[in-house]
Nanobody
Framework: QVQLVESGGGLVQAGGSLRLSCAASGRTFSSFAMGWFRQAPGKEREVVAAISWSGGNTYYTDFVKGRFTISRDNAKNTVYLEMNMLKPEDTAVYYC?????????????????WGSGTQVTISS
């Protein structure tokens, strides 16, 4: 079992920055690929970024490329999402998720454990 707890969400103005953290406990953190997803009201949950178990491979969806950075610190059992140049359309609940195995995936169905989410609101 893996427990995931997100933090770092909040309300910022457009153009601002936030850094989300996801602390993991339970099974060996480095055994899992990790992902960040988001869900806006009335929309399906969608991938934002993903990272392999080692941190050597990353994936970003098109609408965050060049603005967001995913990273992980296996010694601290934590994955991060640095978000810059935020836009109102980035407003959503952001979730982190853990996937068995080394390789990352952009598919929500491949992830085995989910946090409860943190709200990110961007004002125009």
């Amino acid at each position: 079992q893996v427990q995931l707890v997100e933090s770092g969400g909040g309300l910022v103005q457009a153009g601002g920055s936030l850094r989300l953290s996801c602390a993991a406990s339970g099974r060996t953190f480095s055994s899992f690929a990790m992902g960040w997803f988001r869900q806006a009201p009335g929309k399906e949950r969608e991938v934002v970024a993903a990272i392999s178990w080692s941190g050597g491979n990353t994936y970003y969806t098109d609408f965050v490329k060049g603005r967001f950075t995913i990273s992980r610190d296996n010694a601290k059992n934590t994955v991060y999402l640095e978000m810059n140049m935020l836009k109102p359309e980035d407003t959503a609940v952001y979730y982190c998720a853990a996937k068995f195995g080394q390789t990352m995936s952009p598919l929500t169905t491949r992830y085995n454990y989910w946090g409860s989410g943190t709200q990110v609101t961007i004002s125009s």
